[in-house]
């Protein structure tokens, strides 16, 4: 799904300035609702990139050497899951029982997930979907447990849930 940050397309970009009120982008957001949203496991906000940037941009990695990593990480999930004695194949199918026992909570992320609920208004099944994204960004990289950086950077995938609170506000 991809959509706008608001009617005019301009919330958040570096160079134009946004014409929206706030309610005008409150009202444009919750034309998709809150329960849809929480279904959605990835929210990206993308900015565009001045061309010198896009120029000066390092060579990331080749296409193969990530299919490569995202295969191994597959391969990790499914032997998981099968040892466990599930049908669940892949991090994000992981029901609340799975998800206690496979996304552990590192010292200090506790503190950080409840400030995203109570502050940022994410819901219970948004700090579910973190927990299966930090657990699938551990497996990319080959980490068994999870990490606080991981959850850290799940929830930045979870952007249309901070600004939709904060807009309406």
Not at 64 to 93: C, D, H, I, P
Not at 155 to 165: F, P, V
């Amino acid at each position: 799904m991809a959509t706008q940050p608001c009617p005019c397309g301009y919330l958040g970009h570096d160079v134009r300035e946004c014409s929206c009120t706030p309610l005008q982008v409150h009202k444009y957001r919750a034309k998709v609702s809150g329960p849809i949203m929480d279904r959605i496991d990835l929210h990206l906000q993308l900015s565009p990139i001045k061309f010198k940037d896009w120029e000066a941009l390092p060579k990331g990695e080749t296409s193969e050497t990530v299919a490569k990593r995202v295969a191994a990480a597959m391969e990790l999930q499914r032997e998981r899951f099968k040892r466990a004695g599930t049908r669940t194949r892949a991090n994000a199918f992981m029901g609340v029982k799975e998800l206690r026992e496979h996304c552990r909570l590192p010292d200090g992320a506790s503190g950080l997930l409840e400030t995203a609920m109570n502050k940022l208004g994410f819901s219970a099944r948004s700090l579910d979907k973190i927990l299966k994204i930090a657990r699938t960004i551990a497996d990319l990289e080959g980490s068994p447990e999870l990490t606080k950086p991981h959850i850290i950077e799940a929830m930045q995938y979870r952007a249309l849930d901070k600004t939709t609170e904060l807009v309406a506000e």
